[in-house]
């Protein structure tokens, strides 16, 4: 948020350059990585149309505010979208220490309207079940990339995990076990300060994402840093990162989140489904569905996923077994 920054510079005039760069970095940590390119994108947003109409942005007014809403309401944004650049204004406000317009009767009358107009109901990604993994890593041949997304598929479902933990995986982070393989997730999406959790991954009979994880790492030679890696078309590896900044020891690059959810798109063409309806949630989604469907227990299903609130996994065992003893089952 570049004149939300401004604003807060000028306010701490007197401060050495090097100390407010510091202070700007730990605010910025505040938030999940996601976050701050969410509401940086949302706050030009906001900046664009201020420019458009002839509002100010900063400080903005509750009427402004509210007529921003009603634009993006009319452009067809979601109502989640809106109320993020809503947040976004209301973070960008407190950081220039500027009133916040959007605690304002106007804008939260605007926001229920939206929502009850435009409906809140997410659009949900189809979930990426045992058997269709399976049915991907069938059509994923076997080259360098091939044997690179095995593993990234066959783990990603394993374990649950989301796009970010995936690509931020280090060699480091596996550690061997007679049962399988302990992952440690050192930051996740309900684990922003970086407590880290474990997560256990068994061998498996169908899946096999030990197996398929080893023979990437083996194939790849990769013995240190980043576990998911490009590969060019030529099948080699990338070993150094092209975006080192100067005077930094370069690293292995990773997969970008995007990257994974590519590949998961690509996967299911190749199995005859279509790709619109995945995405990179779907492994997830998946192996909670699959989880549920086969009877295990809550409890244990969060203990995989890392979900800390019972109620989302609840809505997926819902939806696996909702046919399940149906009320009109004997009589339909």
């Known amino acids: 948020m570049p004149e939300t920054l401004t604003v807060i510079e000028t306010?701490?005039?007197?401060?050495?350059?090097?100390?407010?760069?510091?202070?700007?970095?730990?605010?910025?940590?505040?938030?999940?990585?996601?976050?701050?390119?969410?509401?940086?994108?949302?706050?030009?947003?906001?900046?664009?149309?201020?420019?458009?109409?002839?509002?100010?942005?900063?400080?903005?007014?509750?009427?402004?505010?509210?007529?921003?809403?009603?634009?993006?309401?009319?452009?067809?944004?979601?109502?989640?979208?809106?109320?993020?650049?809503?947040?976004?204004?209301?973070?960008?406000?407190?950081?220039?220490?500027?009133?916040?317009?959007?605690?304002?009767?106007?804008?939260?009358?605007?926001?229920?309207?939206?929502?009850?107009?435009?409906?809140?109901?997410?659009?949900?990604?189809?979930?990426?079940?045992?058997?269709?993994?399976?049915?991907?890593?069938?059509?994923?041949?076997?080259?360098?990339?091939?044997?690179?997304?095995?593993?990234?598929?066959?783990?990603?479902?394993?374990?649950?995990?989301?796009?970010?933990?995936?690509?931020?995986l280090d060699v480091a982070d596996l550690a061997e076990h007679a049962d399988g393989l302990r992952v440690t997730v050192r930051r996740s999406k309900t684990d922003q300060e970086g407590q880290g959790i474990e997560k256990a991954i068994p061998h498996g009979r169908f899946i096999r994402p030990v197996a398929l994880l080893r023979e990437w790492l083996d194939a790849a030679s990769i013995t240190e840093g980043a576990v998911f890696r490009p590969v060019s078309r030529s099948g080699n590896v990338r070993s150094v990162s092209s975006n080192a900044e100067v005077g930094t020891e370069p690293r292995p690059p990773r997969l970008t989140t995007q990257a994974v959810a590519d590949i998961i798109k690509r996967y299911t063409v190749a199995a005859g489904l279509d790709p619109a309806l995945f995405g990179a949630h779907s492994l997830r989604a998946g192996f909670v569905t699959s989880a549920a469907e086969r009877g295990a227990d809550l409890a244990r299903i969060m203990d995989v996923s890392g979900h800390r609130d019972p109620r989302t996994v609840v809505g997926y065992i819902r939806r696996a077994s909702m046919f399940k003893d149906h009320a009109g089952g004997g009589f339909l």
């Open 11 to 168: 306010r701490a005039a007197g401060l050495p350059a090097e100390t407010l760069a510091r202070v700007k970095a730990y605010q910025r940590a505040s938030k999940a990585e996601a976050t701050v390119r969410a509401y940086s994108s949302d706050w030009r947003e906001f900046q664009a149309w201020c420019v458009r109409t002839g509002f100010p942005s900063t400080p903005a007014s509750p009427e402004a505010v509210a007529a921003f809403l009603v634009a993006e309401a009319e452009a067809g944004r979601s109502a989640s979208t809106i109320g993020r650049r809503c947040a976004a204004i209301r973070y960008a406000h407190k950081l220039a220490k500027q009133p916040d317009p959007t605690d304002d009767e106007e804008v939260r009358a605007t926001m229920k309207g939206i929502r009850r107009r435009i409906g809140v109901a997410p659009k949900r990604k189809a979930a990426a079940t045992a058997e269709i993994v399976a049915a991907m890593l069938m059509r994923i041949p076997d080259t360098m990339t091939g044997k690179r997304d095995r593993a990234l598929l066959a783990l990603g479902f394993a374990g649950a995990f989301r796009r970010s933990e995936l690509v931020a």
